[in-house]
């Protein structure tokens, strides 16, 4: 069964750092993702990205994050200068869209960010 | 900003007994809702969903309930199993003008099922 695989598992970084998450979505999905989970919190979106742009953002997600598709199967999430309360895990996601309603996301296991 | 809420944090349900997860939302344009269950060191894992238009959908042993007048869904498992102790998220889509389809979180609740 085709899933959403993301690496690292885990990452461990120094406050200030920059970090770049990786996702290789599902292959024929048109719609890729980005949401975090803080500790004890909801899973929130950040970011959508089709056709090689960002379609839709959240407020959560300024001028330190950003996305690129650098080939044809990654996707990443770039977060420059990070702080304490960029720790959380990072779960990318992929749909297939094609305009129906309702086609669910399928989600990768997540990476969990730690800021130190 | 609570547009999808899940007021019961846990919940414990014996086996083979009906487990009943319940979430309202407050937007009335959202065109989708999800389940998802999650398990620990894993990602959401997709459950069921249901159309706006819709008020039931059942698949298996889940089904979810629609009430667009309360703004309230409910998903019911039944019979319970211990595989089906998790934590299961209820979501929310809205469809932008590029065809994306954001989803919002509900907080989740723990579902343990008792052999």
């Known amino acids: 069964e085709p899933e959403v695989t993301q690496t690292p598992s885990h990452q461990v970084t120094q406050m200030g750092q920059e970090v770049i998450l990786r996702c290789v979505p599902i292959s024929n999905h048109l719609y890729f993702y980005w949401y975090r989970q803080i500790l004890g919190q909801k899973v929130e979106f950040l970011v959508s990205?089709?056709?090689?742009?960002?379609?839709?953002k959240s407020e959560i997600f300024d001028d330190q994050f950003s996305v690129e598709r650098p080939d044809g199967s990654n996707f990443t999430l770039k977060i420059r200068s990070t702080k304490l309360e960029d720790s959380a895990m990072y779960f990318c996601a992929s749909s297939e869209g094609r305009g129906r309603v309702g086609t669910e996301a399928f989600f990768g296991q997540g990476t969990r960010l730690t800021v130190v | 900003d609570q547009q999808v809420k899940q007021n019961s944090p846990s919940l414990s349900v014996q086996e083979g007994r009906i487990s009943i997860l319940n979430c309202d939302y407050t937007n009335s344009m959202f065109d989708y809702f999800l389940w998802y269950k999650k398990y620990p060191a894993e990602g959401p894992t997709f459950l069921i969903s249901i159309s706006s238009i819709k008020d039931k959908n059942e698949d298996g042993r889940f089904t979810v309930f629609l009430n667009k007048s309360a703004k309230h869904l409910s998903l019911h498992i039944v019979p319970s199993q211990p595989g089906d102790s998790a934590v299961y998220f209820c979501?929310?889509?809205?469809?932008?003008?590029?065809?994306?389809?954001?989803?919002?979180f509900g907080t989740g609740t723990r579902l343990t099922i008792i052999p």
């Open positions: 990205f089709y056709n090689n742009e960002i379609s839709e």
């Open positions: 979501a929310a889509s809205s469809i932008s003008n590029f065809g994306n389809e954001k989803l919002t």
